[in-house]
């Protein structure tokens, strides 16, 4: 699964393409059409060891299990790391790693259904089933993946409800109003952990702010949980998201190309001169001149 940006920035010589130094960059990525600009750049050619170490520097917060350097997993984990960036404008995961000192983000097996939990697998842990994400990289939803991050990190946010302070005494007010925002479960914690899921993933599939009823919701999240930050359109208003069957094709394409540059650099032929036969396969004598004129029909 790649970011349509990234997809696009191959050159037709299968080379990334890249120009100065990095800059603070705001592309729709991993199914959030307005993101915060970023300079965290995903490392494309890194070790998933190496981005473990340089995610987990830069989020603050410790990376365990053994999800992360799983290669098969590299996906997901591009999509964790591009989904923290996306959210850097906002005092979002500030506010979560002060209300929990010890969270840790552990990439593990869940039992059951769940992509996802929060404190169920293991305790001050969010944990998450990379291998039940391969779903939604096959469909290639990368807002389903996005969605199931800031849900789980959503019931981190809340974990000081039972103080009850100002923001979930406003939420808990609009669920007994609005009841429920999706049909993914009930309850006030489940509903404000997807009005917060959906509100950064507006390409997830069947995103519940498209139909332009959860107005209140949205304005919820807007202003109590991400300081006026928008990760996309108003509400009744369907963002612009690539379609997955064009991320599919595109992603082939781009897969080919690589393959084609990863060739030509084990071949160490410059590529100008790839359409040359190689010189054991030229003839060793040049073949005789036929003189047209004495193949002619005499008068």
């Not at 030509?264 to 359409?275: F, H, I, Y």
Request: hydrophobic share 40%; net charge positive; with cysteine.
């Amino acid at each position: 699964m790649v970011s349509l940006g990234a997809l696009m920035a191959i050159a037709p010589g299968g080379q990334v393409a890249r120009a100065g130094p990095p800059v603070l960059l705001a592309m729709p990525v991993n199914g959030i059409p307005q993101p915060c600009p970023t300079s965290a750049e995903w490392p494309e050619t890194a070790s998933l060891r190496t981005i473990r170490a340089q995610l987990q520097q830069r989020i603050g917060v410790p990376l365990q299990g053994a999800g992360w350097t799983d290669p098969r997993h590299r996906e997901m984990v591009k999509v964790v790391w591009e989904t923290t960036g996306a959210l850097s404008c906002t005092d979002y995961l500030a506010k979560i790693k002060r209300q929990n000192p010890t969270l840790v983000l552990n990439a593990a097996p869940i039992s059951g259904w769940a992509w996802g939990d929060f404190g169920l697998t293991r305790a001050n842990a969010l944990t998450l089933d990379f291998a039940k994400w391969q779903q939604a990289v096959d469909e290639h939803d990368e807002g389903r993946m996005v969605r199931v991050l800031v849900h789980e990190l959503g019931h981190a946010w809340t974990s000081d409800r039972g103080s009850n302070p100002a923001p979930w005494r406003t939420f808990t007010a609009l669920y007994a109003k609005h009841g429920n925002f999706s049909n993914y479960g009930d309850g006030a914690s489940e509903n404000f952990s997807e009005a917060i899921g959906y509100y950064v993933a507006r390409c997830a599939s069947g995103n519940p702010y498209d139909s332009g009823t959860f107005n209140e919701y949205y304005e919820f999240a807007r202003n109590n949980v991400f300081g006026g930050v928008d990760f996309g359109p108003k509400p009744g208003v369907k963002p612009a998201c690539p379609d997955p069957q064009l991320v599919a094709d595109l992603a082939k394409a781009r897969e080919r190309r690589l393959e084609l540059a990863r060739a030509r650099a084990q071949q160490r032929v410059p590529q100008q001169r790839l359409a040359e036969p190689p010189k054991r396969f030229r003839p060793i004598f040049d073949p005789p001149t036929i003189d047209d004129g004495a193949l002619a029909p005499k008068p």
